[in-house]
């Protein structure tokens, strides 16, 4: 077992840590289980408090750009008020749950793309430091494949995915950012849109499916997006034709636009029951000038290699990311140096 030493405010010879997680990906809303392992320094110490922190790496438009950083998500407190002894091993069980709108990371065990970590939090005798980080992988709940693997049978192929910091109002999203899972259009659809963006906003009832088309422009005519969103219980995952089921879904979201002519207002809605039910969303996202946000100023070092991965009966990954928690610890060396 390899122990990760304190440095920082605690110094050398302070305790070590090192949290293994349980094995297997963990659902949004599921139970992510492990133990900190703490090993004592040169003296006695009191920890008085034990915290893991949920990060994930998430995207941010500035004026200068678009930037990339770690945006924490969710805390625990998993133990504390205790003395550990000088070489003094310990094993600090746990068991906390996943918010339901956590990031997906993976299908059928290949990556997506998208980095999310735990990081382990010692407060020592008045004094924090971050201790340990490791890659956190979460697979997508029963609706959530169910909606994937009918847009890859319908044709669309998955193209990337990433975090976006902002909101899309009109939802019940709580997190400060959302996942968007890019697609390319399935062929039927290629005539009149560049790409389908999945988003799923998960919550103990339910899943909302937020599609977003990117219009093709014409000649003498801009593109525009387009919005709809519809939601789905958690047990009717395997109650439907999920396949007819987007299949309808898309094609209001590109007949909508189609018949009109000239756009409704951006980000109007399509209920579940019909293309023009359903209340008014719009994603705010990177666009809406949120400053920096927590850790947005440090860039990680995505670590993404250029591969096509077969996923989910024809969604394609073009992005995988490598040695995740390489890359977060990158970024903490980064902000220390």
């Known amino acids: 077992m390899v122990f990760k030493r304190l440095l920082g405010t605690l110094g050398v010879g302070g305790p070590t840590v090192d949290t293994v997680l349980e094995d297997g990906a963990v659902p949004p809303g599921g139970v992510l289980r492990g133990q900190v392992l703490l090993r004592g320094g040169s003296a006695d110490f009191g920890i008085e408090q034990i915290t893991l922190e949920l990060v994930a ?163 003498f005519s801009g593109g525009h997006d387009a919005l709809s969103r519809h939601t789905v219980g958690h047990d009717e995952a395997g109650a439907r034709d999920w396949q007819a089921e987007v299949d309808s879904w898309i094609r209001q979201l590109v007949e909508h636009r189609a018949a009109y002519g000239a756009p409704a207002p951006y980000g109007q809605t399509y209920g579940h029951g019909g293309p023009y039910g359903g209340g008014d969303a719009h994603k705010d996202g990177h666009h809406g000038g949120h ?36 890359a977060f610890e990158g970024e903490e060396e980064g902000e220390e140096g």
Do not use: C
């Open 291 to 326: 400053g920096s946000g927590p850790g947005m100023g440090t860039a990680i070092a995505a670590g993404a290699a250029g591969l096509a991965v077969g996923v989910a009966g024809g969604l394609v990954a073009a992005e995988v990311v490598d040695e995740i928690g390489d």
């Open 57 to 219: 790496r998430v995207e941010a438009e500035h004026e200068e750009g678009e930037r990339e950083g770690t945006v924490p998500f969710e805390r625990f407190t998993v133990g504390g008020g205790f003395r550990l002894a000088e070489g003094e091993e310990r094993a600090v069980p746990f068991a906390v749950t996943l918010p339901w709108e956590t990031p997906v990371t993976e299908l059928h065990g290949q990556p997506l793309g998208v980095v999310l970590g735990v990081r382990t939090e010692l407060a020592v005798a008045g004094a924090k430091d971050k201790g340990d980080l490791d890659a956190l992988t979460v697979r997508p709940l029963p609706v959530q494949e169910a909606v994937l693997e009918a847009l890859g049978g319908l044709g669309f192929g998955f193209t990337s995915a990433d975090l976006e910091l902002g909101r899309i109002h009109g939802t019940g999203q709580r997190l400060p950012f959302y996942q968007e899972i890019e697609l390319s259009p399935a062929p039927r659809y290629a005539h009149a849109v560049n790409e389908i963006e999945v988003t799923f906003l998960a919550g103990p009832a339910g899943v909302e499916v937020v599609l977003e088309a990117d219009k093709r422009g014409g000649l």
